[in-house]
């Protein structure tokens, strides 16, 4: 996998949840990076989000730790303590501004923060950086995943070949602003934090925002995003040619992790997309779809390879969106399964197409102009063990 230049990483076994797994993580630029971020909307935030706020307004970063196993959530004044230590720590073993130095967190919440192990690795995190690769940060910061999620992308600005590659990780607790997830993207683009802002925020609305697993909002949500200049491209600005350019390389990058974390969703069985056409506006374009990808019927009945197109319908009713009844069409992996608010008969055929792993269903309103689309998955028996035992 192509990576960005001048960015290192390493990854150690911390067992500051269980022994003998990848669980604490360093990505590094040897370079000041340009750096932009987004978090939670939860208003119970984790500590390491709390100071990662504060961090990100000086526009600039350099190094991010990292660790699974525990949330540093709802830890009071000793997480805060915690967090800024964590990051502390690997500025004084690299000589960086500890400002420039990000911490996070994802696992258990309400558990303190076990800081001697912490401690004890950071020394073996910081030798081993370029040792390891972006897919041992990958697999470092998984908690319930399945699988390491790791993506990279390559294009041309100015004649000069710009890297960005992006991990995350995220399987429950998915719902927006943002999922429950983390998500670092490192590039090697030279561009200005404004334009950098932007490409962000306008990814993170079309992707990490338009995705739910089980409708749960995470306290520890965050995308960090450094950009290092070393491409040695000409400055990418706002609203120029090169802007659009590399801002769809980053929706890109950010799509592609998302549909990753709902095929990991716990649990599940199917990636799903909901498509909302022609609602009377945006707002109940993407509140009848997340209303339909939230439904707990919904995503039960397609677990099932049960076409009830009537829970979608009643889903529908109860969004408090415009419709009309009488003009509503739903297909199932392109099979019109209701037309004009009845149904066509062809539930036996529809049933046969939810057997597929992924499955799109569209929802036409003839009530408007505006679309929207959500990713979710099924929800199955196993969703419930996976966080009935979570903590054991």
């Known amino acids: 996998m192509n990576i960005p230049k001048g960015f290192l990483f390493s990854a150690v076994a911390a067992a500051i949840k269980k022994t003998g797994r990848l669980d604490l993580a360093l990505i590094f630029s040897e370079k000041e990076a340009v750096a932009s971020g987004m978090f939670t909307k939860n208003n119970i935030k984790a500590a390491p989000v709390r100071l990662n706020m504060k961090r990100i307004k000086s526009g600039k970063g350099q190094a991010i730790i990292v660790n699974s196993g525990n949330a540093n959530a709802c830890t009071g004044k000793n997480g805060m303590k915690d967090a800024?230590?964590?990051?502390?720590?690997?500025?004084?073993?690299?000589?960086?501004?500890?400002?420039?130095?990000?911490?996070?967190?994802?696992g258990v919440i309400g558990t303190p923060m076990p800081m001697e192990k912490i401690r004890s690795k950071t020394a073996e995190l910081t030798?081993?950086?370029?040792?390891?690769?972006?897919?041992?940060?990958?697999?470092?910061?998984?908690?319930?995943d399945t699988f390491p999620k790791v993506i990279?992308?390559?294009?041309?600005?100015?004649?000069?070949?710009?890297?960005?590659?992006?991990?995350?990780?995220?399987?429950?607790?998915?719902?927006?602003?943002?999922?429950?997830?983390?998500c670092f993207i490192v590039t090697d683009a030279n561009i200005d934090k404004s334009a950098l802002d932007k490409a962000l925020k306008n990814a993170v609305e079309k992707s990490f925002n338009r995705i739910t697993v089980d409708g749960d909002m995470s306290t520890n949500d965050t995308i960090l995003i450094m950009a290092n200049g070393l491409a040695d491209n000409s400055l990418i600005k706002l609203n120029s040619k090169e802007f659009n350019k590399f801002a769809d390389a980053i929706s890109d990058i950010?799509?592609?992790?998302?549909?990753?974390?709902?095929?990991?969703?716990?649990?599940?069985?199917?990636?799903?997309?909901?498509?909302?056409?022609?609602?009377?506006n945006k707002k109940d374009a993407e509140k009848g779809a997340f209303t339909i990808a939230n439904s707990l019927l919904v995503k039960t009945t397609i677990y099932g390879n049960d076409a009830n197109w009537g829970r979608i319908?009643?889903?529908?009713?109860?969004?408090?969106?415009?419709?009309?009844?009488?003009?509503?069409?739903?297909?199932?992996?392109?099979?019109?399964?209701?037309?004009?608010?009845?149904?066509?008969?062809?539930?036996?055929?529809?049933?046969?197409?939810?057997?597929?792993?992924?499955?799109?269903?569209?929802?036409?309103?003839?009530?408007?102009?505006?679309?929207?689309?959500?990713?979710?998955?099924?929800?199955?028996?196993?969703?419930?063990?996976?966080?009935?035992e979570y903590r054991t």
């Open 84 to 106: 800024i230590e964590m990051a502390a720590m690997i500025a004084d073993a690299l000589g960086l501004k500890q400002n420039k130095v990000y911490a996070c967190s994802t």
């Open 127 to 144: 030798d081993n950086l370029g040792r390891k690769t972006i897919n041992d940060v990958a697999t470092a910061i998984m908690t319930t």
């Open 254 to 280: 950010t799509y592609e992790l998302s549909k990753m974390i709902v095929k990991d969703g716990e649990g599940a069985t199917k990636l799903v997309e909901i498509e909302v056409k022609n609602a009377k």
């Open 152 to 182: 990279s992308k390559m294009i041309e600005i100015d004649s000069k070949t710009i890297t960005i590659s992006g991990v995350c990780k995220g399987a429950g607790m998915i719902c927006p602003n943002m999922a429950t997830m983390l």
């Open 313 to 388: 319908m009643a889903a529908l009713g109860h969004s408090e969106i415009s419709i009309k009844e009488e003009k509503i069409d739903i297909a199932l992996n392109d099979l019109k399964i209701v037309s004009k608010g009845i149904g066509t008969g062809m539930d036996k055929e529809a049933n046969e197409r939810l057997k597929s792993k992924e499955i799109k269903i569209t929802i036409d309103l003839h009530n408007g102009r505006s679309n929207a689309k959500v990713l979710t998955c099924d929800l199955t028996e196993d969703y419930v063990k996976i966080n009935a």
